[in-house]
């Protein structure tokens, strides 16, 4: 999913705010949101994924949202901003089965420890319609930009003439490749063709 889609939702997003992708990034950091410049900066040395990168974007790009100077939360304060920003992070990477492993929801429960109900429920407000727009851009960048994606397809399984001590067939297609499994199998074997 990064890989194919990765550049082209950084493109998208350029068209609202400059998006740095820093090859000889030094800092210690995934990348950061300057609220002077309305800039993000991600790591994109060449030991960084696409996924990784992609994760960094969206945070850096749901910082901007509620760090932006002009923006309508500015007068939020910090830990209310990040707890937010946080939250649209973990919600949108989830949304895309990325690996959030990156955004503990423990993270953004010390985010929210310290703040009343009333906050929380007005915040959620904010965070489903902020999720829901960044979802919609990069669904709207995969529609636009006709990306498409192989995935596995059990096509039939032979459970029912099984003699004793044999094991089930399976026809699976992946893309345009088509594999037989002798045997029981998970189903996250079937996310890559390498699997």
């Given amino acids: 999913f990064a890989d194919k889609t990765f550049k082209h939702l950084v493109k998208e997003l350029k ?7 820093d090859e000889n990034y030094s800092k210690a950091d995934s ?12 790591n994109a040395n060449s ?21 932006n100077e002009t923006g309508k939360y500015w007068s939020y304060d910090n830990a209310s901003k ?3 920003a946080d939250s649209v992070a973990y919600i949108v990477t989830k949304s ?19 703040r009343d109900k009333e906050f929380l429920m007005d915040s959620q407000e904010n965070i489903q319609k902020e999720s829901v727009n960044l979802i919609k851009a990069i669904e709207r960048t995969i ?3 006709n ?26 297609q992946y893309g345009e490749t088509f594999v037989i499994i002798k045997g029981d199998y998970k189903d996250k074997t079937l996310h890559s063709l390498e699997s």
């Fill in 147 to 172: 990306i498409t994606f192989d995935v596995s397809s059990v096509l039939n399984t032979n459970n029912s003439s099984i003699s004793e001590g044999e094991q089930p067939l399976s026809l699976i």
């Fill in 31 to 42: 990348g950061y949101y300057s609220p002077l410049e309305h800039k993000i900066v991600v």
């Fill in 96 to 114: 895309f089965d990325m690996d959030i492993s990156n955004y503990n929801f423990a993270y953004v429960k010390d985010w929210a420890a310290h």
């Fill in 47 to 67: 030991n960084r994924s696409f996924a990784d990168q992609y994760r960094t974007l969206i945070h850096e790009y749901a910082r901007s949202i509620f760090f």
């Fill in 143 to 145: 529609i636009e930009r």
């Fill in 15 to 21: 068209e609202e705010l400059p998006i740095v992708l």
């Fill in 82 to 84: 990040e707890l937010q």
